[in-house]
């Protein structure tokens, strides 16, 4: 009984953490190639790790990094790894909406 009690513990520690998935409205700061940094409406600034599978898109075609300058309104759906780092999956351009007249 003890033992697979421990055999119980250790099988529960090698399953896969699963990713949670958050979304982040914000400015674009600055990407380096290893992390992108994007201000948040309330001042905090995010940082995010970049990997091979990060998808850039703008105007809903995939396009790459240094498209993104700073100011840019972007959307990014981001993960967190095992160390609990954000990483950046996808980077999007926001439109700006025109202005309305007066």
């Given amino acids: ?11 529960s520690f090698l399953q896969p953490v699963p990713n949670a998935v958050a979304t982040f409205d914000g400015t674009f700061k ?7 940094e994007v201000q948040m409406e309330s001042g905090e600034t995010l940082r995010m790790y970049l990997t091979r599978a990060t998808k850039f898109i703008r105007d809903g075609k995939p396009t790459k990094a240094a498209t993104f300058h700073e100011g840019d309104k972007v959307t990014i759906d981001a993960e967190r790894d095992i ?20």
């Fill in 30 to 36: 600055v990407s380096n190639g290893k992390f992108i």
């Fill in 83 to 102: 160390r609990m780092n954000l990483l950046a999956v996808k980077l999007e351009a926001v439109k700006s909406e025109p202005a309305k007249p007066k």
């Fill in 1 to 11: 009984m003890y033992l697979s009690a421990i055999l119980l513990t250790i099988t």
